[in-house]
């Protein structure tokens, strides 16, 4: 595991520990889901609500020793769609309020998985194929493409 992702599950297990309501959508989502790829970044979509995002940010200050977290303020993420947080070890973290019309908190699908331990909150197969399957990104198209597969074999051998 390299560190990038060790510090991925760092932020998620904070996340869980703080009992923050979110969903793990976009890469790292993917990843965790069974596609080898790369990505800086981890997004997250927020439930609004002033208790959470004051959950986020103890989450995110017990991570990283960082002055600006403050400024991930539940105003900011009513005005701004997205506030990318660029953490202390080179990456990023996209704190996502919505996506235009196609998604909120809300309206979410998604699944508790164990990574190690780690209680992650991921958006299921399913939502992340509607999140990326009318994007222009080749990458996104690629995962459109993997995740359409995953569904298709989860309906031919459903868990028992």
Known sequence: MSDQFRDFIAVLAALDKHGVDYVLIGGVAVVLHGMERLTRDVDIMVKMVPENVERLRRALHEVFDDGSIEEITLGELQKYPV????????????????????????????????????????????????????????????????????????KSNPPR
Not at 89 to 94: A, G, K, Q, R, T
Request: hydrophobic share 40%; glycine share 4%.
């Open 83 to 154: 506030i990318r947080y660029g953490t202390p070890n080179d990456f990023y973290i996209d704190v996502i309020a919505r996506i235009g019309e196609v998604a909120a908190f809300e309206n979410l699908d998604y699944e508790v998985l164990d990574y190690q331990g780690t209680k992650i909150k991921i958006a299921t197969p399913e939502t992340l194929y509607r999140l990326k399957k009318d994007t222009v990104r080749d990458r996104d198209k690629m995962d459109a493409a993997f995740l359409l597969e995953l569904i298709k074999a989860r």
